[in-house]
């Protein structure tokens, strides 16, 4: 089985904070993603990876950075956290190939941020 | 860019009923991917289908794909109770394999 973990189920911190939440997949997959999931407006892309050091912005990268130095671990960093980066971040990873490109998600980490 | 659009935004059935469940978007597609969330937890991937393809089956899910129309559904047969969650279309329509994922259908299926 494909396994996507996240390094904290839950996690509250303060603003300003620097923040990390990691991400380690165990399938060999290229690509890695970083999402939030906010209600009402879905799953929005933070940052994806598609091979070690590259990295791509998504749809809202403002406010986060990313780290990919191994193919299995993917790194999601606020630098100065704030109350509208609290929400549901999700770590997901696939293969490359059009057919065969589904995600894997990880359980995602609630970040609260006071 | 929000770009699969779920419909409808809740649905309440019975179990044993069916599920059926529309998803549209704008642009062309590579493929097309639904997926379930339970509460609280990370999304699971349920079936791929392809651009060139019109059905796909897999267990109590059906899934059909007409590009004309840009449009797919997700049918799910003898619904259970455990089948409570929220689905979501995503659409592959770029060269990097990210998907753009739809708000969601939250379906409750009542024992």
């Known amino acids: 089985d494909v396994k996507v973990t996240q390094s904290s189920r839950y996690l509250v911190k303060r603003t300003g904070e620097k923040v990390f939440l990691e991400c380690v997949q165990d399938?060999?997959?290229?690509?890695m993603f970083w999402y939030r999931q906010d209600p009402g407006l879905g799953l929005r892309l933070i940052y994806f990876s598609y091979d070690v050091k590259m990295k791509e912005k998504g749809d809202i990268p403002e406010g986060y950075s990313v780290s990919r130095e191994k193919k299995e671990r993917f790194s999601l960093i606020l630098e100065s956290a704030s109350t509208n980066q609290t929400s549901m971040y999700l770590c997901?990873?696939?293969?490359?190939?059009?057919?065969?490109?589904?995600?894997?998600f990880g359980p995602g980490t609630r970040l609260t941020v006071l | 860019s929000q770009q699969g659009e779920e419909d409808p935004q809740a649905l309440s059935i019975q179990e044993g009923e069916n599920a059926t469940m529309n998803c549209s978007y704008k642009t062309s597609i590579n493929n097309l991917q639904w997926y379930r969330q339970n509460s609280g937890r990370g999304l699971v991937h349920l079936i791929l289908i392809r651009s060139n393809e019109r059905e796909k089956h897999s267990g109590r899910l059906r899934v059909t794909l007409d590009t004309s129309k840009k449009s797919s559904s997700l049918l799910i047969t003898a619904s259970r109770a455990a089948d409570t969650a929220s689905y979501f279309c995503?659409?592959?329509?770029?060269?990097?394999?990210?998907?753009?994922f739809g708000k969601g259908t939250m379906l409750l299926v009542s024992p």
């Open positions: 997901a990873s696939s293969f490359t190939l059009p057919w065969m490109n589904e995600q894997f």
């Open positions: 399938m060999d997959h290229e690509n």
């Open positions: 995503a659409t592959d329509n770029s060269g990097y394999s990210t998907l753009t």
